[in-house]
Antibody
Framework: QVQLVQSGAEVKKPGASVRVSCRAS????????IHWVRQAPGQGLEWMGW????????NYAQKFQGRVTMTRDTSIRTAYMEVSSLRSDDTAVYYC???????WGQGTLVTVSS | DIVMTQTPLSLSVTPGQPASISCKSS???????????LYWYLQKPGQSPQLLIY???NRFSGVPDRFSGSGSGTDFTLKISRVEAEDVGVYYC?????????FGGGTKVEIK
């Protein structure tokens, strides 16, 4: 069965960077895009960008351009999302999703606090 | 960016009664290939969102048939024919016709 398993919760200080991983199984990794969405506490869903695992192409929401980097390692079927220059308002649960979000990761809580 | 507007913000429903959620997009979601790229998701408390409906009216695998989607162009509706306790959570619509993908603000459904 299709599964997306994300890395564990992180606590970071303002100005630091965080990298969240998303390991895929149960399907051909290079055959489906991986998207990232975040959800601040008590808020809705915010799309951050997407990655083509086949060739590494990316597209980021304008809000995150210059601060977000999405990469992948096809040998271990894993996608990564790194956010730099963290601020307190980056505190959120970060989700990866396949394609049209027919499958989601379990979410990774990133807390930014001094 | 396409703006997705959901109404109502919240809904309190008696078990067994129907419920309806509206989603309007600021631009048509009809693609030149004839498909309309409107999706519905449910986020149950403490869980990741899950896909309910794709391309306006197609139920995803395992989704009960009490859920149905309809609409066209810029105006869409999700209906639950008979709400059950397990249907509580926040419902989101999303457009998939252009980047950036955008979600509605969500509709919280609770049981009376």
């Amino acid at each position: 069965q299709v599964q997306l398993v994300q890395s564990g919760a992180e606590v970071k200080k303002p100005g630091a960077s965080v990298r969240v991983s998303c390991r895929a199984s149960g399907y051909t990794f290079s055959g489906h895009s991986i998207h990232w969405v975040r959800q601040a506490p008590g808020q809705g869903l915010e799309w951050m960008g997407w990655l083509n695992p086949n060739n590494g192409d990316t597209n980021y929401a304008q809000k995150f351009q210059g601060r977000v980097t999405m990469t992948r390692d096809t040998s271990i079927r894993t996608a990564y999302m790194e956010v730099s220059s963290l601020r307190s308002d980056d505190t959120a649960v970060y989700y990866c999703g396949r394609g049209t979000f027919e499958y989601w990761g379990q979410g990774t809580l990133v807390t930014v606090s001094s | 960016d396409i703006v997705m507007t959901q109404t109502p913000l919240s809904l309190s429903v008696t078990p067994g009664q129907p419920a309806s959620i509206s989603c309007k997009s600021s631009q048509s979601l009809l693609h030149s290939d004839g498909k309309t790229f409107l999706y519905w998701y449910l986020q149950k408390p403490g869980q990741s969102p899950q896909l309910l409906i794709y391309e306006v009216s197609n139920r995803f695998s395992g989704v009960p048939d009490r859920f149905s989607g309809s609409g066209s162009g810029t105006d869409f509706t999700l209906k639950i024919s008979r709400v059950e306790a397990e249907d509580v959570g926040v419902y989101y619509c999303m457009q998939n016709i252009q980047l950036p993908r955008t979600f509605g603000g969500g509709t919280k459904v609770e049981i009376k």
